[in-house]
């Protein structure tokens, strides 16, 4: 009878171990999407350079608490797309969205949008919430205001 207590304890410790390294990963996982920005002044830089590859990049900005997730991606055109990472429908789910080649994809929807076409003249539905942004000399510029007009999705 010990023994076979002594092997459910094993068993148990196992099972619990295994649970905790998939929770970690998954934690990690997670908590590796976002890069936090800062403001300087009024407006968050982020490097051209950081962008060129084309693959999408997400950011956290934090204002009163609140943290406010956007991406940047660069487009088949050479210029830049950005995105709150969130959109009218699906943002209560606080899914957003991942990279699917040339397009973003809703991560609660499945619904996929082109690069391309992320911009002022695509919005509402499950498109991703447009956030205006410039590039000036070697860096991507956003307004703080602009960032702070996209807090109700998150």
């Not at 990049?57 to 943290?67: V, Y």
């Not at 210029?79 to 789910?93: E, I, K, L, P, Q």
Request: aromatic residues 12%; glycine residues 10%; proline residues 3%.
């Amino acid at each position: 009878m010990a023994v076979n207590l002594k092997k459910q304890v094993v068993w148990a410790a196992v099972a619990i171990m295994a649970l905790l390294i998939v929770a970690s990963g998954v934690f990690a996982f997670s908590l590796g999407k976002y890069e936090k920005v800062k403001a300087n002044g009024s407006v968050v830089t982020i490097p051209v350079s950081k962008l060129a590859d084309g693959k999408a990049r997400f950011f956290k900005f934090e204002e009163g608490g609140k943290e406010i997730s956007f991406f940047v991606v660069k487009a088949a055109d050479g210029g830049f797309r950005t995105a709150f990472d969130a959109c009218d429908v699906c943002y209560r789910d606080k899914k957003g969205y991942e990279q699917s080649g040339t397009s973003m994809t809703c991560k609660n929807c499945n619904k996929r949008f082109a690069i391309d076409r992320i911009g002022p003249h695509e919005v509402g539905g499950c498109n991703p919430s447009y956030l205006p942004s410039k590039v000036s000399s070697a860096s991507l510029l956003i307004n703080v205001s602009d960032l702070k007009s996209g807090a109700r999705f998150f």
